[in-house]
């Protein structure tokens, strides 16, 4: 039985993982620690049932990395404690530099370049807890129909936490500080931008 820890719930992946994790036996999920920056219906709703892109270098950086950083620097004394040391960062195959040519078109620089960020944050800590048995991940989700997403993504946000979810679970020690690219079945080798196949994400 796991305990799971996921920041930014009130919409989108987050609140999906949320729902996903809920819906799954106690045998394997025991406790769901799901925070958000304000109250949200929706995360009300599920708590009781269940026991625009900004372009402000600044703001958008403090979101990603920053924030990212204080949260996992203010668990690690939670963390030592566990007897899987696991730690999932969301990502994007849009920080990626080597696939930069790629989304060249799309209008997000501070995303990319503060996920970017989050990449280099994430192996940064892989490097210095490994001794401590700790594995760290980055993992990009898909393009997600979230409000930050829109209506023309390419998948809904259930099934990118599912994705999510099967990754967490399968990681390994071997893994650390590796940014992973989640799978869906079909979208192996999808003509768009976009391919959901499971693999390690370029840096």
């Known amino acids: 039985m796991s305990t799971y820890l996921i920041t930014g719930t009130s919409r989108g992946l987050g609140l999906a993982l949320v729902r996903h994790l809920a819906s799954l036996p106690s045998s394997s999920v025991g406790t769901i620690f799901a925070t958000s920056r304000s ?23 403090h979101t990603n990395v920053t924030g990212v950083h ?44 503060t996920k970017a960020a989050l ?22 989700p898909g393009w997600l129909q979230t409000d930050a997403g829109g209506s023309r993504a390419d998948l809904p946000p259930a099934t990118g936490a599912k994705a999510v979810i099967d990754i967490v679970q399968k990681a390994t020690p071997s893994q650390n500080g590796k940014a992973l690219n989640i799978h869906v079945p079909g979208w192996e080798e999808n003509k768009g931008l976009n391919q959901y196949d499971g693999k390690e994400v370029p840096w």
Do not use: C, W
Request: hydrophobic share 35%; no cysteine.
């Open 39 to 61: 109250e949200h219906p929706s995360l009300q709703e599920l708590s009781q049932q269940s026991d625009r892109i900004q372009d402000d270098l600044t703001e958008v950086f």
């Open 70 to 113: 204080n949260v996992t620097r203010a668990f690690l004394p939670l963390l030592r404690e566990g007897q899987r040391k696991l730690v999932v960062n969301i990502s994007t195959t849009l920080g990626s530099m080597t696939l930069a040519p790629v989304y060249k078109l799309s209008p997000s620089p501070a995303y990319k370049i």
């Open 119 to 140: 990449n280099m944050l994430t192996v940064q800590y892989a490097q210095d807890y490994e001794s401590e048995g700790f594995t760290f991940l980055a993992v990009s």
